[in-house]
T-cell receptor, first 112, second 110 residues
Framework: KNQVEQSPQSLIILEGKNCTLQ??????????LRWYKQDTGRGPVSLTI?????NTKSNGRYTATLDADTKQSSLHITASQLSDSASYIC???????????FGTGTRLKVLA | DAGVIQSPRHEVTEMGQEVTLRCKPI?????LFWYRQTMMRGLELLIY????????DSGMPEDRFSAKMPNASFSTLKIQPSEPRDSAVYFC????????FGPGTRLLVL
């Protein structure tokens, strides 16, 4: 069964600290993996997209990694800011029929 | 570009009424997606179009839901008749690679 699991479910950190969010998937056949940031009351915003051959991609203070062998991805946030408080959603797309499998997200709260 | 435009932003209706949600994608984008988001189920893909043609509607919950894309600049998602369990935020997104989401329509069915 195609599934995407994210951990932790929620996370609280202090401003300026780093954090890492995890995404494990059992999706096949794999096409790509995306990380989205969703602020409260807004639509998700794409952070990164990685294909099978890519194992790291950065977008400012956000760095995503992908291990296609272990089917794991992580999103690392460096020097967190208050504006990083949001939900982070991992989405895996299958190849061929292009099914989108969503994780349930990690809610991050950055405190001053 | 103004981004993906959705209307209305909020909708409150009574059970049994027809609801029509509208979406204007970003000009030039060839994919359009409709999503539903609830606290319990998270974000769910309902249907997506490529060049105005529905590609995968397997996420549409039941026959009460229908979506159309009559041209490249407009799409609708219709619920008829609406039920309280349809209450959710409905997002439209368009894509030429990266998906760009609209602000969403918050639907409350009483």
């Amino acid at each position: 069964k195609n599934q995407v699991e994210q951990s932790p479910q929620s996370l609280i950190i202090l401003e300026g600290k780093n954090c890492t969010l995890q995404c494990n998937y059992t999706v096949s056949p794999f096409s790509n993996l995306r990380w989205y940031k969703q602020d409260t009351g807004r639509g998700p915003v794409s952070l990164t997209i990685m294909t099978f051959s890519e194992n790291t991609k950065s977008n400012g203070r956000y760095t995503a990694t992908l291990d296609a062998d272990t089917k794991q991805s992580s999103l690392h946030i460096t020097a967190s800011q208050l504006s990083d408080s949001a939900s982070y959603i991992c989405v895996v797309t299958t190849s061929g029929t292009y099914k989108y499998i969503f994780g349930t997200g990690t809610r991050l709260k950055v405190l001053a | 570009d103004a981004g993906v435009i959705q209307s209305p932003r909020h909708e409150v209706t009574e059970m049994g009424q027809e609801v029509t949600l509208r979406c204007k994608p970003i000009s030039g984008h060839d994919y359009l997606f409709w999503y539903r988001q609830t606290m319990m189920r998270g974000l769910e893909l309902l249907i997506y179009f490529n060049n105005n043609v529905p590609i995968d509607d397997s996420g549409m919950p039941e026959d009460r839901f229908s979506a159309k894309m009559p041209n490249a600049s407009f799409s609708t998602l219709k619920i008829q008749p609406s039920e309280p369990r349809d209450s959710a935020v409905y997002f439209c997104a368009s894509s030429l690679g990266t998906q760009y989401f609209g602000p969403g329509t918050r639907l409350l069915v009483l």
